[in-house]
């Protein structure tokens, strides 16, 4: 590896350590149903965001929230020392994108058949502090 490369490496490296996130793929629900869900809690801080997900009606947001308890377990294992309280934990951004789709078919009438399109997303969760702006 060239020295500007592994240079470079280092930089991205110790730029992800202040970050913390989590991602959850090939969800088995469509986009559409989990953006619902997603923008409940985007910007929110990391307590309220849970209790809205945890009284959410929606089936998504069952996901939703064990991601954000794994981005919060991922934070604090990159920082021992501190405190979720102190550090005003909050939902930095959170995206949802479109995975693969499941194609099946279904007898139409006629001799036809109609596509099926199961479909499944990726959401990225980043977690940001407010004492730090560099998060």
Known sequence: MGVRKKNMADQRKEANKSIAFAKLTNCPTSPRKMRLVVDLVRGLEVEKALQILKFSSKEASINVEKLLLSAIANWQAKNEDASIEEAGLF????????????KRLRPAPQGRAHRIRKRSNHVTIVLGSKNNATN
């Open 91 to 102: 939902v930095k951004e959170i995206t949802v994108d479109s995975a693969g789709m499941l």
